[in-house]
Structure formats: structure tokens, C-alpha cells
């Protein structure tokens, strides 16, 4: 992927932002290399992590926020409360930190409902209970009818780092098993449905959880983990993609281990929609030693969110450097592709 | 799952892939019609796993990819205006037209969505009557029916705020009109099976009859694609020509009678130009003259818009199958799939868009 290596600025091709700069492909990645990274950079947001490590005095920091703008609020399995507690929760886990402390800053609509915020907050505040965690400071703010939808959340996050622990994309050594801990694609699918009406069966809920308890016990288990990612927007490719091209690695992932609920692939399938760039909100990668790959899914299968944990590729060494390539049941490779922006849907 | 699983299962694919090099003794070129095979063929690496001899040719039936830019500036000169709510299927968004795609004049201010089916069109224009509702038709014969659905249902209720853009277009003319070309290579078809299923496939046995050419109508999975390619291969090898149907569980020979039925009363057949093929007669449906009322192109006076092709784009030649994309100069270099040369890049079932997906690094 050249285009992502060049170390100058590269020109934007769009002189007004489009939906797809914030769909997490390869229009996103040129907007944070080109304006963003190219004007902040330093040494500790270069490292491109979910979240920052903050070295201070000897203690080490994860630092990270996010803003939460999901449509619609409420939807099966959470709501954007649990979502933008669990999201930066998660990206503080993804770290190898302990969560400690989170903010909660609101952007909320004129004429938005207050027993719709009550039940917001309410679910922020027993996600974060659960997970033992504190909001300790925020902010709020009121915008004209008709200037958001409905409400904004934005998060951040402090957590503390052991010391013996070192996770980050240039721990990934050839030979490091890869295991999800989950099916995937749910939350993204859940989201669709419910935006666009669409009923199946038994309503497929989101996959939005907490990870850092699962993280924790990992690390209790005395993992050596390498590596960790959240697979939230763009999904599996596209988290794993980030990951290969950070580590100038070859990721190969086999096709059938990887978890996927029947009725999210029937609903994927309805759509025109590939599972492997659908967010999860409760997923994530780990690359540990191919040595303790049974130790890790034992692990991860005493945990509730790690039932379905998998392993679903290794780390090769071949010259297919930075990529990732899928190994299709038929026994074909082929390389999984940034997309451009959001995957849309299909005429027929 | 279930209708999915035993179309994708490895050792149907092998088995079939060991058919095909028993009967095949020399080289034939065979060319599937419909974008969703293309993209299904590279995707699992179809081509692959064929004998050397088997040269598939990408076809031009990615209803994206078609749509001459013409459409796609009559659709931005609609969307651009005050007060109208112009509605599309995802893919149509990102195509190029002249200076703008929809999704740059959307986010513009424009009140451009995405629908799944052009029936949520309607009870948009139901929910905003002081706006102007307008749905964007195309496709093959697939989609057409749903949209002769819609205006059917319009006229029934009268809506006075809604219209379409119609830019449908037909299957076998273009497949004659390829046959009819001296440069062509095609030496059997896999016929498009989704297009079969709405309008059976009697149409095509003149066309196999006339030109001596097998027609084999397959569907979209692996083993459906290459049990097609066998039947075709077989019927090469033994010197016969005559419309097979691979894809039974779906097509039947008279097709879908409905919907043949809603789209007789609402379209008429036309002359189209199709993106990089230029005019190509009957290959069009538009609106019959008593649905004029609800014909975008006169309500908001764009039917004059008559944009030209640029010339450096060589969709034409890879829609014909003349060359295979990674030949085109352009590809991957100044066109891509965030900047488009031509509409064979923009869709996922652009033959260009599914080479530069699933094939840049092939040799990486």
C-alpha cells in the first residue's frame, strides 16, 4: 500500500469532507495522515495506538477519547450510553491498561427528550459501575433544533499500564498466533437493521461489551501478549489491515475459523454487505506466541465474552510484508483490501 | 447456512474444478454477463482454479458501470435542486459524473438517501408532500420490476411529488450487440441468472440458435459459477449450442409473470446508450407515455443533458472483454477506486473495482 507509506503530506482529493472520511477505509486513513497526523505529530500520537502511553514519572498512563454519533440511540443489545462507555473502555483495554477514570461530555439537540437522557446516563453510569470504573468530570452543551441527532457523546479515558506489560503493533512477531475473541459483525449489522426496519426472526442484538475484565484476566493468566485491537469501524479487515501494515508483518487468516452467527451472514448477504468490514463493539484481536495459544483460549473460554473465542490465523514470514491475506475454503489466498469509505449497499 | 453453505463447499468446488480439465482439450473463451458472477468469480479465485486453457471475459452486466454519464449528471442536476429528496440504491452514490458524484453534492447540503427498495421512495413522498420525491431506476431486468412497481403505485395514488429517473436497461440486445462486434472473442455465455429468474430465458434460445453459441444460465456461488462453466465447456466440446438453465432452484423457463406483467404495462422498450458501448438499439426500458407524468427527466427539464464519455477511460473495451483491467495504463495508477477514471471502478461489481480489490498485490 504505497499510498499510506509516503512520509509527505499527501494532497487531498476532496475539497469538502464526505461521509466516507469518517467510514474508517482508506479515505479516513489519508485524512489523518495528510491533515491531522501531519499537523499534531509527536513522537506518542505517531504511534498511531488506540490509546496514548503516558510515561509519568515512572508510572505508565493509557490515555485515549472518542466521540460516540450512533444512529439509531437505542437499539438491541445497548445504546449509545453503554456504547460510549464500553468504546473507550475498550480502547484503554486494547492498551493492556486497567480503566481508572472516564469523562463524559454531552452534545444534546434542543427538544431532546430528558426521560431519553435519564436513560442514557443511567446506562452509562451501570456500565462504568460494572466495570468499576468512575466519570469523574464532563461537560455539557445544548445546540439548536435540528443541529444533531438527538444527542453526541464523547469520552476519555485514563487507565494505568503494569510494568512488566508492553503491547503496541511493534510487539507482533513472526509466528504469534492470532484469536478473536468473539463472533463478528453483530453490532454493526444490529445497527443497520434497526436504522432501516428490517426484521428478522429473532432480532440480531449489537455485540457492545466491556472487554477490560477479559483483558485483566488475560493478563492474570500470565499471557504474554503481544499485541491488541479493538475491531470496532471497518471491522476484522480493516483492524487487522492497520495492524500488518504498523508491523510490516504478512497476517494470514483462515476463512472457516473465523466466527460468524448464521443469521448476521444471512442478514450480510440480504444486504450485499462482507462481514470481515463490519464494527464490532465487542471484539477484538490477539496476538500472542504460537507456544501459549492453548493457555490464552482457555482463558479467554472461562471468560462470558470469550466463549467463542478462536484462533484464526498466525503471523507469517513471507514476503508478502504488511498485508493481510484471507485463506478462502477453496484453498485460494487472496489479499484483504482497506476499503474506500463506508461498504454501501448493493443495487441487486 | 442453508441454500449458501452447499453452494461454497470445497469439495463440490474440487470436484467440479477436476470435471472441467477432464472434458477440456483447447482454449475457450467464455464470458459471464452479470457483475455479480464477476465479482463472486474473483472473489473465491474462480479463474484460478481453472484450467490454463479457460479464459472468462468479464461481461458488461454491472448495472453501475453502464449508466452513461449523461444519467449520472441528469441525476446531480435533479439532486442539486431546491426542495427534492432524490433517492438511489448505495451503489450509484459514489459514481463519477462529470464535475460530481452524488455523494460529494450530498455532502453539499443535498437531501440524497439511500433506499433498499424504491417502495420506501414512495412513502417518503407520502411523509414530505411540500417536497419533491425523486427515485433513481436502474438496473437490468432484476430491478426493473420493483421500480415499475413503484411508478405503478404512484399513479394508483395519484402523487403529485413524486418521479423517476429511469435508466433500466436489457440483457439480450447487449448480449447481440457484443456478438454482432468483429473484434468479439466470446465463444459461450454464462447467462445472467437473476435477470432469468424475473424473465425466464425463452429470449435467449433465438440468440444461441442464430449466432451458434451456448448460453448457460448460472448463478453467483462458486459451485453454481463453475457447474455453469462445465455445462458450457461441455456443450464447446461437443460441438453443441443451446440455452442450458444450471440455475433451476431459481429460473424457471417463463420466468417471473408478475413482474413481466407490472413491467409491460409500465415501461417501454427503447434505444439506450450504455456507458462506454455507445447506443445500442431496444437495450433500454423507459417510462410508457402514460406514466409521463411521473418522468423525472421532463418534470425538473434535464432530458437534454447529453454529456459525452472522456476518452482516457477504456471501460468500453474492458465491458467487451477486448482487455482485462490490470491492461488498462490507468489502472491503479490515476484511476482508483477513490478516484474513478470510469464506472467499471466504482462499483463492487465493476470488473476494474473487483481487480483492484482482490488482485493488486497478486504479485506483490
Not at chain 1, 510494568?163 to 503496541?168: L, R
Request: some cysteine; proline content about 5%; aromatic content about 6%.
Amino acid at each position: 500500500m504505497p499510498d499510506l507509506e509516503l512520509s509527505c503530506p499527501l494532497p487531498l482529493q476532496y475539497d469538502q469532507i464526505v461521509m466516507a472520511h469518517g467510514g474508517g477505509g482508506r479515505l479516513m486513513q489519508q485524512l489523518l495522515d495528510s491533515i491531522i497526523q501531519a499537523t499534531f505529530s509527536n513522537p506518542i500520537l505517531n504511534q498511531k495506538q488506540d490509546s496514548a502511553v503516558l510515561d509519568i514519572n515512572g508510572t505508565r498512563l493509557a490515555f485515549t477519547t472518542d466521540s460516540y454519533v450512533v444512529k439509531p440511540l437505542f437499539f438491541p443489545g445497548g445504546d449509545i450510553g453503554k456504547l460510549a462507555v464500553c468504546g473507550t473502555l475498550n480502547d484503554l483495554a486494547m492498551s493492556g491498561a486497567k480503566p481508572l477514570y472516564l469523562s463524559c461530555a454531552l452534545i444534546i439537540e434542543e427538544g431532546f427528550a430528558i426521560k431519553d437522557l435519564k436513560r442514557i446516563i443511567q446506562s452509562m453510569q451501570q456500565a462504568a459501575q460494572q466495570a468499576c470504573v468512575m466519570i469523574v468530570t464532563g461537560d455539557t452543551k445544548v445546540v439548536d433544533y435540528g443541529s444533531g441527532d438527538g444527542v453526541y457523546i464523547n469520552t476519555a479515558g485514563i487507565g494505568i499500564i503494569d510494568e512488566n506489560i508492553n503491547v503496541s503493533p511493534a510487539c507482533i512477531q513472526v509466528g504469534d498466533s492470532i484469536i478473536i475473541n468473539s463472533d463478528i459483525a453483530r453490532h454493526g449489522i444490529a445497527i443497520m437493521l434497526e436504522r432501516e426496519g428490517m426484521n428478522f426472526e429473532h432480532a440480531i442484538t449489537s455485540d457492545c461489551a466491556d472487554l477490560s475484565g477479559l483483558v485483566q484476566d488475560l493478563i492474570q493468566a500470565d499471557i504474554d501478549i503481544h499485541c491488541m485491537r479493538d475491531l470496532t469501524r471497518g471491522g476484522l479487515a480493516s483492524g487487522l489491515i492497520e495492524l500488518a501494515t504498523a508491523s510490516k508483518h504478512h497476517i494470514e487468516i483462515n476463512e472457516t475459523a473465523l466466527p460468524i452467527q448464521q443469521d448476521v451472514n444471512s442478514a450480510c448477504e440480504i444486504l450485499g454487505f462482507d462481514p470481515l468490514y463490519i464494527a464490532n463493539e465487542g471484539c477484538f484481536a490477539l496476538f500472542v506466541p504460537e507456544a501459549q495459544t492453548e493457555t490464552a483460549l482457555v482463558a479467554l473460554h472461562r471468560h462470558p465474552l470469550g466463549q467463542k473465542a478462536s484462533l484464526i490465523g498466525h503471523v507469517k514470514s513471507t514476503h508478502q510484508k504488511g498485508l493481510v491475506t484471507l485463506k478462502t475454503a477453496t484453498g485460494i489466498s487472496r489479499v484483504l483490501d482497506l476499503l474506500s469509505g463506508e461498504q454501501l449497499p448493493r443495487i441487486c | 447456512m442453508k441454500y449458501l453453505d452447499e453452494y461454497r463447499d470445497p469439495k463440490t468446488v474440487k470436484k467440479l474444478v477436476a470435471s472441467i480439465k477432464n472434458i477440456t482439450t483447447q482454449p475457450w473463451h467464455i464470458m459471464e454477463v452479470c457483475g455479480g458472477q464477476t465479482h463472486s468469480i474473483i472473489k473465491y479465485g474462480i479463474d484460478q482454479l481453472l484450467p490454463e486453457e479457460i479464459n472468462l471475459i468479464h461481461g458488461p452486466g454491472c448495472p453501475v458501470c453502464v449508466t452513461p454519464l449523461a444519467y449520472i449528471d441528469k441525476a446531480l442536476a435533479i439532486a442539486a435542486q431546491p426542495d427534492v429528496i432524490f433517492c438511489s440504491f448505495g451503489d450509484m452514490l459514489r459514481v463519477p459524473g462529470s464535475h460530481l458524484d452524488l455523494l460529494k453534492l450530498k455532502a453539499q447540503g443535498a437531501d440524497i438517501r439511500i433506499v433498499y427498495s424504491p417502495v420506501d421512495a414512495v412513502n417518503l413522498a407520502q411523509q414530505n408532500p411540500d417536497k419533491q420525491v425523486v427515485f433513481f431506476g436502474v438496473g437490468f431486468e432484476t430491478t426493473a420490476p420493483t421500480t415499475a412497481l413503484t411508478a405503478y403505485q404512484a399513479k394508483q395514488l395519484d402523487l403529485k411529488n413524486f418521479s423517476l429517473l429511469i435508466c433500466h436497461v436489457r440483457v439480450p440486445p447487449i448480449m447481440q450487440a457484443l456478438l454482432n462486434s468483429p473484434n468479439h472473442q466470446v465463444q459461450g455465455f454464462l447467462g445472467a441468472g437473476h435477470v432469468c429468474s424475473i424473465m425466464g430465458y425463452r429470449e435467449y434460445v433465438p440468440i444461441s440458435a442464430q449466432y451458434k453459441i451456448p448460453i448457460v444460465i448460472t448463478g453467483f456461488e462458486p459451485v453454481d459459477i463453475l457447474h455453469g462453466i462445465y455445462l458450457c465447456i461441455k456443450q464447446l466440446e461437443e460441438k453443441r449450442h443451446q440455452v442450458e438453465n444450471q440455475y433451476s432452484r431459481v429460473v424457471k423457463e417463463q420466468g417471473n409473470q408478475p413482474a413481466q406483467r407490472v413491467m409491460q404495462q409500465v415501461f417501454k422498450v427503447v434505444d439506450r446508450s450504455w456507458r462506454g458501448l455507445g447506443e445500442i438499439k431496444a437495450s433500454g426500458l423507459a417510462l410508457a407515455d402514460e406514466y409521463e407524468p411521473w418522468n423525472a427527466e421532463q418534470r425538473f427539464a434535464v432530458a437534454t443533458i447529453n454529456t459525452q464519455e472522456p476518452s482516457d477511460c477504456r471501460s468500453g473495451e474492458i465491458l467487451q472483454g477486448l482487455i482485462k483491467p490490470s491492461q488498462c495504463p490507468e489502472f491503479g495508477k490515476r484511476c482508483t477506486p477513490e478516484k474513478p477514471l470510469g464506472a467499471t471502478m466504482v462499483s463492487s461489481e465493476g470488473a476494474c473495482a473487483a481487480y483492484y480489490r482482490y488482485r493488486r498485490y497478486q504479485n506483490a
